[in-house]
């Protein structure tokens, strides 16, 4: 914090500086007054002398003085929604000014689902996002750019491998077994849950819409619960002569080894390798004693052999499995149009090496458009992209960690195995596993715009996805699976399509220039299918072909599934204003699922807003502080369909079944179908605000929500004696409280200008009620940590989503005397041991005794809020900008607290810590408030540094734009871990995270 202040304060130092150093040179004073084309008085205005960074701003009165050395120089006047003006000054001492309100900003419009509104007119809560928000940050797919950008969205990069998808959440979690993911829709096409749209490239959006609450996302009905993402893509122009564009991107990705948490030094490792078991109480015998190990068949040297360096191995594993990788990213775009057609054309390469050996990435993008005009009243467009992806994946991280004490390769060139049972050594698994997948996906869309009459217009159009990926996957003999199974290889296919089909009428007209009413109605059909199919072989002769001859192992595993459903809509919405202040929105969406059965195969989510521009009244109109005023309300319901095609159905199927002792397969029901089931459905009401200072220079929306979700789909478990482990049912409720704010503010304006925006997020959720899993203990959520032999997450009626379940431990036993009187047995009261805390027993209060009694809530691992910050400085041509993203108050469970160099705190004799337990092997750890961590953070994110070249500098070249970019640049935590941002509250240990450096370039001509 201390590096900050300095930081700020030789800021304010040198715009001190510069602004005494100018005045010193300056002579002829300039006076005037600066108002708004309706005489309105506009204050804050700023008046910069043309070439420097001489400037004043006018006052609350509109005037302003300045004095410049140039009185023949030339007057910027720049204002927020306001066209600059330059005036030369011709020695003139007074200058008024009259500004021209930008009709570019005003009428800025926002996509909205099946139509568009301006801004100024939304009743919803809607964030929107340009593409000059979007283009230079360095990205592997589109989810990544609305970390910290948009407040109420949460965005969590869970993994640093090449492809990997992220976790997108509006508003907080509001299912159990369905989808908590945003809906994505790409140019009125929907692709399904956001988290992972790696078909589409970054640099083809020009905008995306974030439909939070119901009101704006209840159009899109029953996948509208989790809000909506609209995506526009970049279109042609009319009346523009061809446009080339071309962006590249080279960036170098760097692992951070002081993150990794190692015991690197050979001496180090091999006694706390004795330690572990010499402590262990099932009388273990050290390894590290210059001996074979029996099991094994291993020497492994003595600690004097190792300390003398006769023994000669010292392997540093990040060297030999990390790498610094390179990405290359590169965009070519064509984009132009003459009266009646405007069209564009984009192609990207996307190549990223992973920081990890064997892990490669690529993605390549074709996007083509055409909108023909016609007539005067019909106008068509197509909408064409391609993508193809190559995903090598053969580590995930395991390896690094491995003792230097072994070599990567033996004498004679083989990989070196610490025994026949060491089927991890990381540089084999990379260069022979085979674990790569092309994925190939198509969509095209066609629409029809006919204006049938004055104000009423009709859009028809009709779309496809169309989806096909093949895996190939490989084990050889050198592996644990391959050596089981004598070789393991499989085939994995995938093809799926979606057919689209809508058709909506929109009548817009004002009467009386008062009453603006805009009326939508229409019909969507949209049809799935997808077909899977594993082929897999066990048993080889040899590993020569890898999974190409399939048909020549000797067990052969054939699974093949079909899916198909349909969703079929009437949507409609009403629009109302009157007199550009007062506003009313009603929606609604009637969907019929094929997922549901018939007795509930339907669901209507209605939604309605209305909306209040205070600043459009006459008791505002004598001050010109406030900008924009707007106050807004909304409430709506919306659904949620993400369960299995065929859940409510009885299904038959092979199963295996005990007759005796033998286990046998057979043919019968395996899921016990409920035609009753439902729609889960989300409620949501949102109180809003929107304001605005000094003609929009200061903006503010700030908003409060309740989100209720309600017959959760989930499975419940049935007992043995119904034949069937589980079935569908609607049961539950789950309560999302919050609040929300983004600021942004030109804090400077004119030849330096200075830029800056936030965003705050709150959300507070209850699990309501799931039921009598939700009593006791709680229902176990997660995976099931091994060393614990325990799942850390439960949902509990009345308790936060995903809540830490566990004991509560009071420092470290330092005598066995201590450890009985504790209530511990065993091992657990031995010195060293964690004094975990008796806090209840049977009759609920302390029973003297240990047990699953005494667990109780020791952490959330849901934050307390989320914030963004950005901040933005130009000057001439060069232009500096930085991202920060934080998340606070989240709890981790640091299941790899104890390990590489962390463990060197441990307890002993002659350390009697009673912060650390002692290194033992054979513990059972059970989940504590002693592993779980402060996971808040604070990361800088991106900081960019760029020089536009002059556009007369080189003939023929529009812009030519340098930059530097850093990712990830540093992380302000306590978390001990390799990095706080996690996905549901546990640290697994994660492919590593990384900094990059990229250096880009952007020409147009």
Do not use: C
């Amino acid at each position: 914090m201390n590096k900050i202040k300095v930081i700020f304060k030789l800021s304010l130092f040198t715009l001190f500086f510069i602004g005494t150093s100018s005045a010193m040179a300056q002579n002829h004073q300039v006076a005037g007054e600066v108002r708004g084309e309706n005489g309105e008085i506009l204050p804050g205005v700023n008046v910069v002398l043309k070439g420097t960074t001489n400037g004043v701003a006018s006052d609350f009165d509109g005037n302003y003085s300045i004095s410049v050395n140039d009185a023949q120089g030339v007057l910027v006047f720049s204002y927020i929604g306001y066209v600059n003006q330059e005036i030369q000054i011709n020695g003139n001492a007074t200058i008024s000014v009259i500004l021209e309100e930008d009709q570019q900003l005003l009428n800025e419009v926002v996509v909205i689902g099946y139509g568009a509104v301006k801004k100024s007119d939304l009743t919803g809560s809607v964030a929107s996002l340009k593409a000059d928000n979007l283009e230079e940050t360095p990205a592997s797919s589109v989810d990544a750019l609305l970390q910290g950008k948009i407040a109420g969205v949460q965005v969590t990069q869970t993994s640093g491998e090449p492809g990997e998808g992220v976790a997108v959440r509006i508003r907080g979690l509001s299912s159990r077994e369905g989808s908590n993911s945003p809906l994505y829709v790409v140019d009125g096409f929907p692709y399904g849950d956001a988290g992972n749209l790696k078909q589409l490239n970054p640099n083809d959006i020009a905008s995306m819409e974030v439909l939070k609450d119901a009101s704006a996302a209840a159009i899109y009905g029953s996948r509208g619960a989790n809000g909506v993402i609209i995506i526009t893509t970049k279109s042609g122009k009319n009346n523009q002569k061809a446009k080339f564009k071309i962006t590249s991107q080279t960036g170098v990705q760097i692992v951070d080894h002081d993150r990794l948490n190692l015991i690197s030094d050979p001496l180090t490792f091999a006694s706390i390798s004795n330690e572990v078991r010499i402590n262990d109480t099932r009388n273990v015998t050290p390894l590290y004693i210059g001996a074979v190990d029996q099991s094994t068949g291993v020497y492994y040297p003595s600690l004097v052999e190792i300390a003398n360096g006769s023994w000669g191995i010292n392997t540093y594993w990040p060297d030999v499995i990390l790498r610094e990788s390179v990405t290359q990213n590169v965009n070519l775009s064509i984009a132009g149009g003459d009266e009646n057609t405007a069209y564009s054309v984009s192609g990207n390469i996307f190549d990223q090496k992973g920081v990890l050996i064997g892990n490669d990435y690529q993605n390549f993008t074709f996007r083509g458009k055409l909108d023909q005009k016609v007539s005067g009243k019909f106008k068509y467009g197509t909408n064409l992209a391609l993508s193809y992806i190559k995903r090598n994946k053969t580590l995930s991280g395991a390896g690094i960690g491995r003792s230097p004490l072994i070599p990567v390769y033996n004498e004679d060139g083989t990989y070196y195995t610490n025994g026949a049972g060491d089927f991890y050594n990381p540089v084999m698994l990379a260069n022979e596993v085979t674990d790569i997948s092309n994925e190939y996906d198509l969509n095209a869309l066609a629409y029809i715009d006919w204006d049938i009459m004055e104000n009423l217009k009709l859009r028809a159009q009709s779309g496809i996805n169309l989806g096909h990926a093949i895996g190939d996957y490989y084990e050889p003999r050198t592996t644990s699976s391959g050596n089981i199974f004598n070789g393991l290889g499989e085939i994995n296919n995938y093809t799926g399509y979606t057919f689209l089909n809508e058709t909506y009428l929109t009548y817009k007209k004002t009467f009386n220039d008062k009453h603006a009413v805009s009326v939508m109605g229409g019909y969507s059909s949209e049809q799935r299918q997808v077909r899977k199919s594993k082929l897999r072989g066990e048993g080889f002769v040899n590993d020569a072909l890898g999974n190409e001859n399939l048909n020549s192992a000797t067990t052969r595993i054939f699974e093949n599934s079909l899916v198909k459903q349909v969703l079929q809509s009437f949507i409609s919405r009403i629009t109302y204003g009157f007199d550009d202040r007062y506003l009313l929105t009603l929606s609604g969406r009637y969907d019929g699922s094929s997922k549901f059965g018939a007795l509930d195969k339907y669901g209507f989510f209605p939604s309605g807003a209305i909306a209040w521009k205070v600043h459009n009244e006459n008791f505002m109109a004598d001050q010109n502080i406030v900008s924009t005023l707007k106050l807004r309300t909304s409430f709506g319901y919306s659904g949620n369909q993400a369960i299995d095609a065929y859940a409510t159905l009885n299904q038959y199927g092979q199963r295996k079944y005990f007759v005796g002792e033998v286990l046998v397969s057979g043919y019968g029901p395996y899921q016990n179908g409920n035609p009753a089931l439902k729609w889960e459905t989300t409620s949501q009401l949102d109180f809003g605000l929107d304001l605005g200072f000094l003609n929009n220079r200061i903006t503010l929306t700030a908003d409060y929500y309740r989100k209720e979700s309600t017959d959760l789909l989930r499975k419940k478990n049935l007992p043995y004696s119904s034949g069937f482990d589980d079935v569908w049912i609607n049961g539950g409720e789950i309560l999302n409280t919050g609040y929300e704010a983004s600021i942004d503010a030109a804090v400077l304006t004119g030849e330096f200008k200075w830029n800056v925006s936030g965003t705050f997020s709150h959300n507070e959720n209850e699990v309501v009620d799931i039921g009598e899993e939700g009593t006791g203990d709680g229902l176990r959520t997660g995976s099931e940590i091994e060393s614990f032999r325990d799942y850390p997450t439960r949902w509990r009626n009345g308790e936060p989503m995903n809540i830490i379940v566990g004991y509560k431990v009071d420092g470290i036993i330092q005598t066995l005397a201590e450890g009985q009187e504790a209530g511990l047995v065993g091992d657990e009261a031995m010195p060293g041991e964690f004094k975990y805390v008796d806090i209840s027993g049977p009759d609920g209060v302390p029973d003297g005794v240990v047990n699953e009694l005494d667990r109780t809530i020791i952490g959330n691992t849901q934050p307390d809020f989320t914030i963004g910050f950005n901040t933005e400085f130009e000057y001439k041509n060069f232009d500096l900008s930085a991202q920060f993203y934080g998340s606070i108050g989240n709890d981790i469970v640091a299941i790899k607290k104890f390990e590489g160099q962390r463990s060197l705190n441990r307890w002993t004799v002659d350390n009697r810590t009673n912060e650390w337990p002692s290194l033992r092997g054979g513990r059972l750890n059970k989940i504590s408030d002693w592993w779980v961590e402060d996971g808040s953070f604070l990361r800088i994110s991106n900081v960019t540094l760029g020089y536009n070249l002059p556009s007369r500098a080189i003939s023929g070249i529009e812009n030519l734009r340098i930059y530097v970019t850093g990712t990830n640049l540093h992380t302000f935590t306590d978390f001990s871990g390799a990095d706080p941002e996690i996905e549901g509250g546990v640290d697994y240990g994660t492919y590593p995270k990384y900094k990059t450096f990229t250096l880009g370039l952007n020409l147009t001509f």
